[in-house]
């Protein structure tokens, strides 16, 4: 699976900001897609938001209620729709694949930069 975020930019505190990612190579669909960001400098990746395959979601305490993940089967697409950013949401940010089985993630985007300025 080739996954290839895009979306990113430089918004300010209190914008919005809405990240895509394309799949291709195999069908979406069955899978678990989830958006982790780094801070760089950071070694710790954050994993935000779960967009698991039966429809359910996870989100990490930190985006609760501003962030959005959602996905497109139709269009093997999982975007990412950030509301009331922040300047602690600078980072890159990139959507995975994890596996149904192990739990690792397996596929990773190249990552799409957010900036947050204050």
């Known amino acids: 699976v080739q996954l290839v975020e895009s979306g990113g930019g430089l918004v300010q505190a209190g914008g919005s900001l809405r990240l895509s990612c394309a799949a291709s190579?195999?069908?979406?669909?069955?899978?678990?897609m989830a958006w982790i960001r780094q801070v760089p400098g950071k070694e710790r990746e954050s994993v935000l938001a779960?967009?698991?395959?039966?429809?359910?979601?996870y989100y990490a305490n930190s985006v609760k209620g501003r962030f959005t993940i959602s996905r497109d089967n139709a269009r093997n697409t999982v975007y990412l729709q950030m509301n009331s950013l922040k300047p602690e949401d600078t980072a890159v940010y990139s959507c995975?694949?994890?596996?149904?089985?192990?739990?690792?993630?397996?596929?990773w985007g190249q990552g799409t930069q957010v900036t947050v300025s204050s």
């Open positions: 779960i967009s698991w395959s039966d429809g359910s979601t």
């Open positions: 190579g195999r069908s979406i669909s069955n899978e678990h």
């Open positions: 995975a694949v994890r596996d149904v089985q192990s739990g690792e993630y397996t596929y």
